[in-house]
């Protein structure tokens, strides 16, 4: 039985979705089914005999412009640009029911946030229409995420807050770390998945530094765009449109040659002198003010990938230089597994340049 969590909005397993999909429900009305394929088929491979009629309304892949009036802009997410956002079809008995299907597997490397917003779109619709089931395989993982979510952000309620009065509904819930991590986040960016927040920025990364240490071709795409081609089509439009000033961008650029090599967006803080990686949520905050860091400034910044870092794009090593795609001065190191600040602290992966290489002025 699926255990009602908020008016009109419940949770549940496998077996509650396959008993309302074919025998009907004089209560809910959709479906949100977050499992690992998208396919309606799942439900007969889970258990021989099941057979669930659907009839598709729509699918969208992440880099789709979206369906007229909702616009996901996924240009910036951690997803691969061909995959399967989500499907939407009417399914089960007398086709009665509108199933939204989210491929995700319970797996603490699995990008969950990019996904909330579609998840969350829909069990805010479906509330208005009728009554909304949402389930994954076990009911207590994946399904138990999206919902946390829904409740920490349609009632402002910090993460814990929100776990926390959903085990008042079904007491087995329980995220993956990966997921809990995640949606940590999401409180921090303000109960939004905010692609230009340096908190998602971090997150992309790591996503990107998992895929390559699983072994997979680096996606040059999924790297930022080369502001030092960009900033000269900003510069010359500035120039175009005399008299409205924009505001100064501070750039980094390289300290032989002047090329532009970074933006101040694409530099990733991190506190110095503190722990191990960049991923110590927890820690962010317990900083003290009696920090050893102020001996040790940092020597460094560290930066998103870039397009213009040839030696990472095209050679795919685990580390290596990095050189100006202009006038080859080096500028820094990267490496796939981490580097060590002078402040102390490790960023994973990292992409450096040293301060000394470079200058900092406005464009
Ligand atoms: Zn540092
Ligand atoms: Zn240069």
Redesign the pocket.
């Known amino acids: 039985m699926p255990y009602l969590v908020r008016e009109h909005l419940f949770i549940g397993n496998i077996g509650d979705a396959a008993e309302i999909l074919q025998n009907g429900s004089n209560e809910i009305t959709h479906i949100l089914s977050v499992l690992s394929s998208a396919s309606i088929s799942f439900f007969s491979e889970w258990r021989s005999g099941i057979s669930i009629p659907c009839k598709e309304i729509r699918k969208v892949y992440v880099g789709d412009s979206g369906p007229e009036d909702v616009s996901h802009d996924m240009s910036k997410t951690s997803l691969s640009p061909d995959r399967l956002l989500y499907s939407l079809e009417y399914a089960g008995k007398d086709l009665k029911f509108v199933r939204m299907a989210v491929p995700l597997r319970d797996m603490e490397s699995e990008d969950l946030l990019d996904y909330l917003d579609v998840c969350l779109d829909f069990i805010e619709d479906s509330r208005k229409e009728g009554s909304v089931l949402v389930h994954c395989f076990a009911g207590v993982s994946r399904s138990a995420a999206i919902i946390t979510a829904y409740l920490m952000k349609s009632e402002q309620l910090s993460l814990e807050d929100a776990i926390e009065s959903l085990k008042q509904s079904c007491e087995s819930v329980c995220p993956n770390d990966g997921f809990l991590e995640q949606l940590k986040m999401f409180e921090q960016m303000g109960f939004k998945v905010d692609h230009a927040n340096s908190i998602y920025k971090r997150f992309r990364l790591k996503v990107l530094g998992d895929s390559y240490n699983r072994g997979e071709k680096i996606d040059g795409s999924k790297f930022v765009a080369d502001p030092g081609l960009t900033a000269e089509i900003v510069s010359s439009n500035v120039e175009a449109s005399a008299g409205k000033q924009a505001p100064p961008t501070p750039a980094y650029r390289c300290k032989k040659c002047r090329r532009v090599i970074a933006l101040q967006e694409n530099v990733l803080d ?1 506190v ?2 503190e722990g191990e990686t960049c991923f110590e949520w927890h820690k962010r905050r317990s900083r003290n003010s009696f920090s050893r860091s102020d001996d040790n400034e ?1 020597s ?1 910044i560290f930066v998103e990938p870039l397009r213009w870092m040839k030696t990472v794009v095209e050679e795919g090593a685990l580390e290596g230089k990095l050189t100006c795609a202009h006038c080859e001065a080096r500028l820094g190191y990267f490496n796939w597994s981490g580097i060590q ?5 490790w960023i994973t992966p990292a992409f450096q340049l040293h301060k000394s290489r470079v200058d900092i002025s406005t464009i």
């Open positions: 991190h110095p002198g940092c460094s600040c002078s402040c102390g602290s």
